[in-house]
Structure formats: C-alpha cells, structure tokens
C-alpha cells in the first residue's frame, strides 16, 4: 500500500483540482509500487495516468496566483527531480533529510520538535542550485513559487517591506517552496556604510518574516556572492550548502546518465571526456550535451557519432580557456 503521506496528497489533489500536483503524486505512487515489485498494479495505475482522458483534462482548472500576488511571485511547475541533479554524496544525504523531516513532520511535533525549513545554496553560477530548490519542491509535491525582485523592491520608503510581508501572508496560507534567487539582492550586510537606511530597513523586515514562517514553508534562498550577506542571514538558515563546480567524477557520472538516457555510446571513454570539461559549470556541461544530442538527432539516420564529439569538444576547446571560463 503506498505511503500515507501520499495518499494524503493524492486527497489534497483531488479535492482542490490540482492537476499538476495529482499527476507528480501519482507518479511517486506508481514509482513505489515499482520498488516493491507490484508491478500488475503499477501498470495498471500508469495506464489511467496516461490515458486520454485525463490528458485531456490537464489544462483545466490550472492553480494560479490571484492578480494580488502574481507582480511578487512566479509559480512555477516544477519539474525537475533530485535524480535528475548530480550532487555530492554530503549534500545529497543533506537535502534527503529535510525531505523525510518535512514528510514526516508530525512525528516530529509529537516530540515538540519541528522540521527544518530553511536552506541556503552558495556556490559560482550554472551549478544547480535553482534546479535544487525545483526538484525539493518536486520530491515534497507542493508549489513552487519564485520571488520577483521587480515586483518587490519599491522607490518609495517603506513600500519594499510593505510587499515583502504581503507575499509572507500569502505564503504561510499553504504548503510550499518558496525560492529566493541572488538572494544578495535583497539580504545584504546592513554593517555595509554604503547602503541606505531603507536597505537595513528591509533587510530587518526580511529577517523578521523569515522567522515567522511556519516550518511547512520552506524557504530556499541561493547566492553567488555569500561574502554580501548579512551576518544574521546566515544563522536564519538552518541547512547551509555549497554547489561547486563538478569534479572529474561527477562529471563522469552526469555523462554515463546522459548516455543511459539517450541510448547511445558517446563512443570516447568518458573519463576523457570528463577530463576535457573539467572546470566547466554543470549548466556548460549540460550545453555541450545538448549541443551533442542536437547534432546527433539532425545527422539522422547516418550518424558518426565520434566525429560528433570531436566537433563538439574543439567548439568547447576554443571558447573556455584552463579555468572554465569564456
């Protein structure tokens, strides 16, 4: 029988329409019953998923944001899965546990304990942490929404923290990702004697709200620039991870994932290839790829798929130098 979490959800789903949510839950659920070898009732759940008629029905009844909300947040569908992303093992079995923590909250409130809510991704740009912040919200099957720095940060004194807490009070009416992007932007060191009262102002307010967000909120906040954060932002974060640039290793691994997916040998070994881009982001890993998988797809049915990669690792030569950089 699947998880009682699951059904829950599956409930939840039904009952306010969300087609979105119904169709990730349903897909949790045929995964589980795959792993326990009931692979009769997984068939048979995944032919009613697929079926037209509810393929059909998924542009009905889309959740949106009111007009109240929509210049402050982008919803998102998210689509990505931690199984998609390559992550170190630490990091990896850290995001696992807020996962289960958030799953299995109750158990933890009957302890007077709550579960953690608050992450904070660092690390250089294209190296996954806004895919992170989609796929927990994708394991945790509940909305994600996006911060809209355009629509939240105003000319006028006091109208930033204004919207600030009008989205905060939108937010804690329901389960949900909420993912701060260059969260710099809006959190930085008020001991800075450059910036202006009203940035302290916000950044006060900022911290504030975040306090009082319920745990079944999960903030995930992301920066490239960590050293501009205000001291206290740090200490409102109770997970702290740093996406780096892939190792040799990693990078092997998101290769041989690739080559499963695509059901074609990259026809190299892959710890050359490996070797090739190594000092790459994640993001210009996936572009030389993608540019491979392109080129495969036009060369059709005739393809050399050798010559491709050498193409595509010459093009990738001259445009990165030792660094990785353009």
């Known amino acids: 029988m699947a998880r009682a979490d699951l059904l829950v959800k599956l409930i939840k789903a039904g009952v306010s329409g969300d087609l979105g949510l119904f169709t990730r839950v349903s897909e949790s659920i045929i995964a589980e019953e795959k792993s326990k070898q009931h692979h009769v009732l997984a068939n048979q759940l995944e032919a009613i998923l697929r079926s037209p008629e509810v393929n059909q029905n998924k542009s009905m009844n889309p959740k949106l944001l009111g007009q109240k909300f929509e210049n402050l947040l982008f919803q998102i569908n998210p689509v990505r899965k931690l199984n998609d992303l390559i992550l170190t093992d630490e990091n990896h079995g850290k995001v696992n546990e807020l996962i289960q923590e958030q799953f299995r909250a109750d158990i933890l409130r009957s302890y007077n304990l709550e579960p953690r809510n608050r992450i904070l991704l660092t690390g250089a740009p294209g190296n996954g942490k806004t895919s992170l912040a989609e796929a927990i919200a994708h394991a945790l099957m509940i909305p994600f929404y996006v911060i809209r720095y355009d629509g939240i940060i105003g000319s006028y004194l006091g109208e930033t923290a204004s919207r600030l807490k009008q989205m905060f009070d939108f937010v804690k009416t329901q389960e949900c990702v909420l993912f701060f992007d260059e969260f710099d932007a809006i959190g930085k060191e008020r001991g800075d004697q450059h910036e202006t009262g009203e940035i302290k102002r916000v950044v006060s307010s900022l911290l504030m709200q975040i306090d ?101 690792l010459t093009y990738h030569s001259h445009h990165y130098n030792d660094n990785g950089k353009r």
């Open 212 to 312: 009082r967000l319920p745990s079944y909120v999960v903030v995930v906040a992301a920066t490239n620039h960590p050293e501009l954060l205000d001291r206290a932002v740090w200490r409102r974060f109770q997970v702290k991870l740093e996406l780096n640039k892939p190792t040799r290793p990693l990078i092997e691994k998101w290769l041989s994932n690739f080559e499963n997916q695509a059901k074609y040998s990259l026809q190299y070994p892959l710890p050359t290839i490996a070797s090739k881009l190594e000092g790459l982001s994640f993001s210009e890993v996936e572009d030389f790829v993608l540019d491979i998988q392109r080129k495969y797809i036009l060369a059709l049915p005739e393809v050399n798929i050798k010559k491709i990669v050498d193409e595509c």
